[in-house]
């Protein structure tokens, strides 16, 4: 028979080339013919047309997601680890060879020889640009258990976004710092500090009447309008391929347009990965097959998962929203620290979400009423979030993988910034880890400045408004308080929950004990 | 381009009893002929991949590795453990050790050559005069004619 094989591993110097050998060895051995792409640093030669043509079947033995497998969708497939391959590959050639003449169709063969070998890979290819150091991070691992795979998309969607919330961050942040921090409301509209400001609708208009400070806030401003499109297309990329990224981007933006924020772009990137994935499983006649993959899946993805967003998703949030601005206005009578730890949790939950809005507009309506302790409050513990995350990414640097360290850097710019988003791309990660982390020190923070009396009259602006500040140095102090809360629960839950070590085991041939660096439970 | 390995980057007799101790012995030696800038970063690097997926295969064989910054020439270093170090394969300890270093930002023959060697490493004849080699020039002997045929 012959076969087509494409091996793949993380760092793309040794596995890789180790498993096209032993798998080169094991066909020639049994009397097959194999054509290998390695899909490593040294850039990989594709596999002609005509191999994949001529082929009987395909071997994948990666552990990260395999650039272009649409090559190869019509084909029985054989899916493993690299090192199934390195141990075992006589084992993976004979499975291939029984998928054949089984003839199983495509996606089961595929199945269910991955599932045989231990190493069930559900997570479709994600075609990749060539691996290096400065591509975003990739999935790790292609097998193992669901909150693995899970934490594996996630983490492909936030690398994808990291650049987007750096940049827009910055850029925002160097804005106010030009312009100071009424340039938010000139370029949108708005009140700040009891001026109005109408907003600037035509951007060829920004320069004129913002100076370079609008500018360089508009375009900050449109590149975080794009984290949770970004997040949510490149989830769906790496569970489903390319065609999950029009319905994910198509959901990330109505996740945003129904104010869902980043928790609501995680639903929608899985939503539409889940729903590409089915999707791909239909079988369909060959003739029909060439326009599954650029017409029909995105076609009806995109409707199936926007309807879900707009009627399912969206509305209930609505009402919770609603529901939340009265319960806040009930409670303004009672206990003011009280208050402010509520509204610090709120701050850090969802980042820009539903319930971060809630809080937030709770400060700027105590604002308008002349309240300033409450927009203190409110603003300090939006400044927490992004401000521990990148104490912990300096405190404990190996329990972040690269790409976060980076965006740690950038963190804590945001952070004096009141730029919580940049807490997204390490909450988006690992959620359930982070986020409560962010809403102790937050609540810490806002109990705090509520306690200290700190005041604030400027909505935004951060630590570049701190002239405008009451008690600034209990403001300051509260906020720091807040990040070493943050900080302290974030280490000690990435430490001690959830890390588990694995021993290999005779019958786990790609056996992996830790995968990853910001590891969920397996399985 | 220089050598992929030479006589100084060979350690026929590893003394360390785990991968961490081992791994950071052979480091040292790169790091003394010049090849490694910051042991210390290139370790962490090295950890990192280690942490994604034990680097041990069956057959007795470790193969720590990683892309680094602080690494200036593509580079193999070679032990071997007379009592074998754990790297994590299920078939047992590792007896041969490769530690193969790759700069960042390597051009594609470089790594071209890493990918000739890890391919090497798969044929078992290959792996016995490993294991037979009587001294760290016939090792560097063995690699030359193995990878680059000459």
Redesign the interface.
Same mark, same amino acid.
């Given at each position: 028979m012959k076969f087509v094989a494409v091996t793949a591993c993380?760092?793309?110097?040794?596995?890789?080339?180790?498993a096209?050998?032993?798998l080169e060895?094991a066909a020639t051995a049994a009397g097959h013919e194999i054509a290998v792409e390695?899909q490593? %640093? #040294?850039?990989s030669a594709p596999l002609g047309a005509d191999d994949i043509a001529a082929a009987d079947a395909v071997v994948f033995a990666a552990?990260v997601d395999v650039r272009d497998r649409e090559r190869f969708a019509d084909k029985p497939q054989v899916t493993a680890g690299v090192?199934a391959a390195?141990?075992?590959a006589a084992a993976l050639i004979e499975q291939a060879t029984t998928a054949v003449r089984s003839g199983v169709a495509p996606a089961e063969a595929g199945r269910e020889a991955g599932t045989h070998a231990g190493t069930e890979a559900e997570s479709a290819g994600v075609p990749e640009s060539a691996p %290096? #150091?400065a591509e975003p991070e990739r999935a790790?691992?292609a097998h193992t258990g669901a909150g693995t795979r899970v934490r594996q998309w996630l983490m492909t969607g936030v690398s994808y976004m990291i650049p987007f919330v750096a940049a827009g961050g910055i850029l925002i942040a160097i804005a106010f710092l030009i312009g100071g921090a009424e340039i938010a409301a000139v370029v949108d509209g708005g009140d700040f500090r009891g001026v109005h400001y109408d907003g600037i609708s035509d951007p060829s208009d920004l320069l004129g009447e913002a100076g370079i400070a609008g500018v360089l806030f508009k375009v900050g401003s449109t590149a975080f309008d794009m984290l949770v499109p970004v997040l949510s297309g490149f989830i769906a990329f790496g569970m489903a391929d390319r065609p999950g990224i029009a319905p994910g981007i198509v959901g990330g933006l109505l996740a945003s347009a129904i104010g869902a924020g980043f928790l609501g772009g995680l639903v929608s990137g899985l939503l539409a990965g889940f729903v590409v994935m089915g999707l791909k499983r239909i079988r369909v006649p060959r003739g029909v097959a060439g326009v599954m993959p650029v017409v029909v899946i995105p076609l009806v993805a995109c409707f199936v998962v926007g309807l879900l967003m707009l009627v399912v998703v969206g509305e209930p949030i609505a009402a919770a929203q609603s529901g939340m601005t009265d319960w806040l206005a009930g409670l303004s009578g009672g206990t003011a620290w009280l208050l402010g730890g509520l509204l610090g949790l709120m701050m850090a939950f969802d980042t820009g979400g539903p319930v971060n809005k809630v809080a937030y507009t709770f400060g700027i309506a105590a604002l308008a009423s002349g309240d300033t302790v409450i927009m203190a409050a409110v603003m300090a513990a939006g400044m927490t979030p992004p401000l521990g995350l990148a104490l912990a990414t300096v405190v404990r640097g190996?329990l972040f993988t690269?790409a976060e360290r980076d965006a740690g850097k950038a963190a804590w710019l945001l952070g004096l910034s009141f730029i919580t988003e940049g807490a997204i791309p390490f909450a988006a990660a690992d959620p359930l880890r982070v986020i409560p982390s962010l809403m102790a020190g937050s609540a810490t923070t806002g109990a705090l400045v509520v306690a200290f009396g700190a005041t604030s009259p400027a909505p935004h602006g951060g630590i570049w408004v701190l002239g405008l500040v009451g008690s600034p140095l209990l403001y300051l102090v509260a906020v720091a308080a807040g990040m070493v809360v943050t900080c302290g629960c974030l280490v000690a839950a990435k430490s001690f929950l959830g890390r588990r070590e694995r021993p290999?085991?005779?019958d786990?041939?790609?056996?992996?004990?830790?995968?990853?660096?910001v590891g969920a439970r397996q399985g | 381009m220089a050598e992929l390995i030479t006589a100084e980057l060979v350690d026929l007799d590893l003394h360390g009893s785990d991968r961490e101790e081992v791994t950071a012995d052979l480091a040292k030696r790169l790091a003394g002929a010049g090849r490694v800038g910051d042991l210390d970063g290139f370790l962490a690097d090295l950890r990192e991949r280690e942490a994604q997926m034990p680097t041990g295969i069956e057959g007795g064989i470790g193969i720590p590795h990683a892309r680094s910054a602080h690494v200036t020439e593509p580079t193999l270093g070679f032990g071997r453990s007379e009592s074998g170090v754990d790297f994590g394969a299920s078939d047992g300890p590792a007896h041969l050790i490769f530690l193969i270093a790759a700069p960042e930002g390597g051009g594609d023959e470089h790594l071209t050559v890493l990918g000739a060697l890890a391919r090497r490493l798969m044929h078992q004849s290959f792996r016995q005069s490993l294991l037979d080699a009587s001294d760290a020039e016939s090792v560097v002997r063995l690699v030359r004619e193995e990878v680059f045929g000459q």
């Open positions: 993380p760092t793309g110097i040794a596995h890789t080339y180790m096209a050998e032993a060895q390695t490593g %640093s #040294a850039g552990d090192k390195i141990n075992d %290096s #150091a790790v691992e190996r690269r290999a085991r005779r786990d041939p790609a056996g992996a004990p830790v995968h990853g660096l | -």
